[in-house]
């Protein structure tokens, strides 16, 4: 997973600098603190907090270009939302695992935390630039805000960081933000929270504004359907067929989702996301 992601165009202008991944200024961190199991996504078994046997020495991954064909299409679909640099070399101060071992357990501890708050810094900057969503500007900024200095914390109080607390308030917040914006939609919306749709035909559906938030859309086949204004958060869209769907204006949908599904040319997208270099 140590590399630059597989995305075929620019860096997306909307997206901000500190939140997408630089291999380059990480240890290698999503290739050593995850677990992997041995499934279509990975080809071997790997334990938490051990290096993958493909990390160099240099903490880049010796197979990058050829990991989807070497049997780690997990690798491919991942997103640290910039955490790695930053715990390498913000939280750690530069000092890598491998020549302060004292450091790694500490170090494979805060990952995840980080992590996931700067996923939620992801989610807010975008609620932040919803014009529906302007009635939450201040709310969201001061939420924003709070992320943010969080992820400044020392090691020790983001291990005590109760996270989980943490995301269920700024996710109620992010609701807030995308009933406002799929209001807009002057429509009777579909409400698919959380619902298993795992192989659903729904070529051509109308999910216009729809909510698929948690939804599990692993395989379903989604050719041509309008998901323009629909909520995406944390949908599964592992192997679904995005072909000819229209996915402009979707709230809170991330490249690895893409990344994990199926298109090509005629999959319209937000703005801010590229085709997947294998679409």
């Given at each position: 997973?140590?590399?630059?992601?597989?995305?075929?165009?620019?860096?997306?202008?909307?997206?901000?600098?500190?939140?997408?991944?630089?291999?380059?200024?990480?240890?290698?961190?999503?290739?050593?603190?995850?677990?992997?199991?041995?499934?279509?996504?990975?080809?071997?078994?790997?334990?938490?907090?051990?290096?993958c046997p493909n990390l160099g020495q240099d903490f880049?991954?010796?197979?990058?270009?050829?990991?989807?064909?070497?049997?780690?299409?997990?690798?491919?679909?991942?997103?640290?939302?910039?955490?790695?640099?930053?715990?390498?070399?913000?939280?750690?101060?530069?000092?890598?695992?491998?020549?302060?071992?004292?450091?790694?357990?500490?170090?494979?501890?805060?990952?995840?935390?980080?992590?996931?708050?700067?996923?939620?810094?992801?989610?807010?900057?975008?609620?932040?630039?919803?014009?529906?969503?302007?009635?939450?500007?201040?709310?969201?900024?001061?939420?924003?805000?709070?992320?943010?200095?969080?992820?400044?914390?020392?090691?020790?109080?983001?291990?005590?960081?109760?996270?989980?607390?943490?995301?269920?308030?700024?996710?109620?917040?992010?609701?807030?933000?995308?009933?406002?914006?799929?209001?807009?939609?002057?429509?009777?919306?579909?409400?698919?929270?959380?619902?298993?749709?795992?192989?659903?035909?729904?070529?051509?559906?109308?999910?216009?504004?729809?909510?698929?938030?948690?939804?599990?859309?692993?395989?379903?086949?989604?050719?041509?359907?309008?998901?323009?204004?629909?909520?995406?958060?944390?949908?599964?869209?592992?192997?679904?067929?995005?072909?000819?769907?229209?996915?402009?204006?979707?709230?809170?949908?991330?490249?690895?989702?893409?990344?994990?599904?199926?298109?090509?040319?005629?999959?319209?997208?937000?703005?801010?996301?590229?085709?997947?270099?294998?679409?």
């Amino acid at each position: 997973m140590s590399e630059e992601r597989e995305h075929a165009g620019p860096v997306p202008v909307r997206e901000r600098r500190d939140l997408r991944a630089d291999c380059a200024d990480c240890f290698g961190l999503c290739c050593v603190v995850p677990a992997f199991a041995a499934s279509a996504d990975f080809a071997i078994d790997k334990g938490a907090g051990h290096a993958c046997p493909n990390l160099g020495q240099d903490f880049r991954c010796g197979i990058h270009t050829r990991l989807r064909e070497s049997g780690f299409r997990g690798c491919t679909v991942y997103d640290c939302f910039g955490a790695g640099q930053k715990v390498s070399q913000v939280t750690f101060g530069g000092r890598d695992w491998r020549r302060a071992p004292d450091t790694a357990k500490r170090m494979f501890e805060v990952f995840p935390i980080m992590r996931d708050l700067h996923e939620l810094l992801w989610y807010l900057t975008e609620a932040l630039a919803l014009p529906a969503a302007r009635s939450l500007r201040d709310e969201l900024g001061a939420a924003l805000e709070e992320t943010e200095r969080l992820t400044r914390d020392e090691p020790e109080a983001l291990v005590a960081l109760d996270v989980e607390a943490h995301r269920r308030k700024v996710n109620a917040l992010l609701l807030r933000a995308s009933e406002l914006a799929r209001a807009g939609a002057g429509r009777r919306r579909k409400d698919h929270r959380g619902a298993v749709l795992i192989g659903a035909r729904l070529k051509g559906a109308d999910l216009r504004g729809a909510s698929l938030r948690g939804a599990q859309l692993i395989g379903a086949d989604l050719r041509d359907a309008d998901l323009r204004g629909a909520d995406l958060i944390g949908a599964d869209l592992r192997g679904a067929d995005l072909r000819g769907a229209d996915l402009t204006g979707t709230i809170f949908l991330i490249q690895s989702q893409l990344d994990a599904a199926k298109g090509d040319a005629s999959t319209r997208l937000p703005a801010s996301l590229v085709h997947p270099a294998h679409w």
